[in-house]
């Protein structure tokens, strides 16, 4: 099992730049997939990003360009940067973990952070 723990939110104006980042517990970080979701005010959480444990990433396409996923086996963390952000980027951000590959799917994720909220002002 592994527990997750998410920061690094606040609030940044458009255009702005932030990292989030997650830190897993114990000693396996290296063998799980992460991914970021986030959910929005009155909206179904929805994929932003995943890195395998390979280092192969995937975006959604409403950050494509913008987020960059990355991850650090030797301190159990993974990031989440942000740039160009815009107001329709506001959300609760969840680092995510799962040991076979769930890609986009969040019903496929056993273990999550509480989350950080991001909130981008116009």
């Known amino acids: 099992q592994v527990q997750l723990v998410e920061s690094g939110g606040g609030l940044v104006q458009a255009g702005g730049s932030l990292r989030v980042s997650c830190v897993a517990s114990?000693?396996?970080?290296?063998?799980?997939?992460m991914a970021w979701f986030r959910q929005a005010p009155g909206k179904e959480r929805e994929f932003v990003a995943v890195?395998?444990?390979?280092?192969?990433?995937r975006y959604a396409d409403s950050v494509r360009g913008r987020f960059t996923i990355a991850r650090d086996n030797a301190k159990n963390t993974v990031y989440l940067q942000m740039n160009s952000l815009k107001p329709l980027d506001t959300a609760v951000y969840y680092c995510?973990?799962?040991?076979?590959?769930?890609?986009?799917?969040?019903?496929?994720?056993?273990?999550w952070g509480l989350g950080t909220l991001v909130t981008v002002s116009s």
């Open positions: 114990g000693r396996t970080f290296s063998i799980y997939h």
């Open positions: 890195i395998t444990r390979d280092d192969n990433t």
């Open positions: 995510s973990a799962d040991r076979s590959y769930s890609g986009t799917a969040s019903n496929g994720y056993p273990y």
